[in-house]
Nanobody
Framework: QVQLVESGGGLVQAGGSLRLSCAAS????????AAWFRQSPGKEREFVGF????????SFADSVKGRFTISRDNAKLMVNLQMNTLKPDDTAVYYC?????????????????WGQGTQVTVSS
């Protein structure tokens, strides 16, 4: 079992930036694909971005492409989501996820480890 804990959420004005972090509890995390998802009230969980096991491949949803980046430091067992030029539509609970068996998926069902989520609120 791997526990994931997100941090770094908060309130930010439109146009600002936030950096979210995901800390894992076991070294095996360094072999897993990881992703960020977000969910707003009344909406389904939405794919944000993906990073492969060694951090060399990333992909992003069209809605955040060019504004968000993902990095990982496997020595520290951490994955980060840098969010720039934030918009009110980015307001959501953001979740870190990891998969032991799939790579590159944008579907929540492909991820078997999840963090508790961290709230990001972007004001106008």
């Amino acid at each position: 079992q791997v526990q994931l804990v997100e941090s770094g959420g908060g309130l930010v004005q439109a146009g600002g930036s936030l950096r979210l972090s995901c800390a894992a509890s076991r070294r095996t995390f360094s072999t897993y694909s990881a992703a960020w998802f977000r969910q707003s009230p009344g909406k389904e969980r939405e794919f944000v971005g993906f990073v492969n096991w060694n951090g060399e491949i990333t992909s992003f949803a069209d809605s955040v492409k060019g504004r968000f980046t993902i990095s990982r430091d496997n020595a520290k067992l951490m994955v980060n989501l840098q969010m720039n030029t934030l918009k009110p539509d980015d307001t959501a609970v953001y979740y870190c996820a990891a998969s032991t068996y799939s790579s590159g998926s944008d579907s929540p069902r492909s991820y078997n480890y999840w963090g508790q989520g961290t709230q990001v609120t972007v004001s106008s």
